[in-house]
């Protein structure tokens, strides 16, 4: 059986790396070939394994949008009014911005919001756009409970297009996206994060 499956590894890597060769040329070599050594063959194929690991993570494919993207999204939130749309055009020009996504069902959501609420003179000069998947009404109560409509600067709203969480490729809530002023990612932050931390990120 190890004999076998020796000749099939040298035909494999014969007939890969021999273009010119038929596979019956590959599979004679291989069957001839006796100065190649079995542990060789296992950093032969060692090496294609990391090769195709390598290829797989540099495949654009494989990267989350924001990394290929690193700006401010294009996302699409309807607000608690339910008739109002509010788009990354209503940004504030040369104003740094800090995107969240939650559930106002999230307790570490909710702890967040309790904490920027306490430091808000510390983000007066920050845009924060909270977004979230869930319902819209959900979203509403949220919005109440914490009274959010007293902050100009606090914009909260559904995801219409669901687009966040795959341009994100978030796992956990809430995440934190922040962008500086030019609307250029500075980081991303997947939990909940002290407010000295968050506020460090526009420094």
């Given at each position: 059986?190890?004999k076998?499956c020796?000749?099939?590894?040298?035909?494999f890597?014969?007939?890969?790396?021999?273009r010119?060769?038929?596979?019956?040329?590959?599979?004679?070599?291989?069957?001839?070939s006796?100065?190649?050594?079995?542990?060789?063959?296992?950093?032969?194929i060692?090496?294609?394994?990391?090769?195709?690991?390598i290829?797989?993570?540099?495949?654009?494919a494989?990267?989350?949008?924001?990394?290929?993207?690193?700006?401010?999204?294009p996302?699409?939130?309807?607000?608690?009014?339910?008739?109002?749309?509010?788009?990354?055009?209503?940004?504030k020009?040369?104003?740094?911005?800090?995107?969240?996504?939650?559930?106002?069902?999230?307790d570490?959501?909710k702890?967040?919001t309790?904490?920027?609420?306490r430091r808000i003179?510390?983000?007066?000069?920050?845009?924060?756009?909270m977004?979230?998947?869930?319902?819209?009404?959900?979203?509403?109560?949220?919005y109440?409970?914490?009274e959010?409509?007293?902050f100009?600067?606090?914009?909260?709203?559904?995801?219409?297009?669901?687009?966040l969480?795959?341009?994100?490729a978030?796992?956990?809530l809430?995440?934190?996206?922040?962008?500086?002023?030019?609307?250029?990612?500075?980081?991303?932050?997947?939990?909940?994060?002290p407010?000295?931390?968050?506020?460090?990120?526009?420094?």
């Open positions: 059986m190890m076998r020796s000749i099939l590894c040298r035909f890597i014969l007939h890969k790396y021999s010119k060769k038929s596979p019956a040329q590959s599979l004679t070599f291989a069957f001839n006796s100065n190649v050594s079995m542990q060789k063959l296992i950093a032969a060692i090496g294609l394994l990391l090769s195709a690991v290829n797989a993570q540099a495949d654009p494989s990267t989350p949008p924001y990394k290929r993207f690193p700006s401010v999204p996302f699409k939130l309807l607000k608690t009014d339910s008739v109002s749309v509010f788009t990354k055009a209503d940004l020009k040369n104003r740094p911005v800090l995107v969240i996504l939650f559930s106002p069902e999230c570490h959501c702890h967040e309790e904490e920027i609420i003179d510390d983000f007066k000069k920050i845009q924060i756009v977004a979230t998947m869930m319902p819209l009404n959900t979203a509403r109560q949220f109440e409970e914490y959010l409509a007293r100009e600067n606090i914009t909260v709203g559904k995801d219409m297009d669901n687009l969480p795959t341009y994100y978030i796992n956990n809430p995440f934190l996206a922040f962008y500086d002023k030019k609307g250029k990612l500075i980081d991303v932050f997947e939990g909940s994060l407010v000295e931390k968050v506020l460090g990120k526009f420094e």
